[in-house]
């Protein structure tokens, strides 16, 4: 399998790579935004799902490649860091009695259970993405690259994957966890039209 080359040997992949990544961020960011403020409660659970899927599609792109290295030797300033306290606390509200989780943080290095919570890590991702697009929209495409591969690869690919894993599970009982009458009756009902 030929290895990967870094972005940056070409100006033009750099731009779209850039570009496709600031598309799947700025789509995460409004629509965890939109369900945080309460716009789909009842397909908040399928919305994250697919939410979740995608843009560890867009993560993979920027872990699978060679690391990208700033044109400085420090990082500019993003500007200021928008408040995700009440993001957090909306949704803490929406996932209210799903939102805590049995989480281990690196398996490579200790199996200790940690407390995870859905809300925590949604929070995180969108600070996380916000910041290389404050890079972005500043016209620093290296410095946002550099940003979003640093911190999937730190944190928010750990922090997507584990929620993207407790969302299919709380669908997956959602959809699968039914007593054996209700069972039964749709095994029959679907034998017998």
């Not at 789509?27 to 899927?53: T, W």
């Not at 600070?127 to 928010?156: C, K, P, T």
């Given at each position: ?12 992949e750099v731009g779209a790579l850039a ?113 290389g697009l404050a890079h972005y929209d ?45 069972v039964a009756d749709a095994e029959f ?5």
């Amino acid at each position: 399998m030929p290895e990967s080359q870094p972005p940056a040997n070409d100006p033009l992949e750099v731009g779209a790579l850039a570009h496709e990544t600031a598309t799947d961020a700025r789509s995460f960011c409004m629509a965890i935004r939109e369900l945080a403020a309460g716009s789909a409660p009842d397909q908040a659970i399928p919305l994250l799902l697919l939410m979740l899927a995608q843009l560890q599609v867009s993560g993979a792109r920027l872990g699978a490649i060679q690391d990208v290295v700033p044109e400085e030797r420090f990082e500019a300033d993003p500007g200021p860091e928008s408040n995700l306290d009440a993001l957090r606390m909306g949704l803490a509200n929406l996932l209210d009695g799903i939102d805590d989780y049995a989480d281990v943080v690196d398996p490579l290095t200790s199996v200790e259970p940690a407390r995870g919570a859905l809300s925590d890590d949604l929070t995180d991702i969108v600070g996380a993405l916000e910041h290389g697009l404050a890079h972005y929209d500043r016209g620093r495409i290296v410095e946002a690259l550099w940003w979003w591969q640093f911190s999937y690869l730190s944190q928010w690919g750990v922090r997507g994957s584990a929620a993207l894993r407790v969302v299919q599970t709380i669908l997956a009982h959602l959809r699968l966890d039914a007593d054996d009458e209700t069972v039964a009756d749709a095994e029959f009902e679907a034998l017998h039209p």
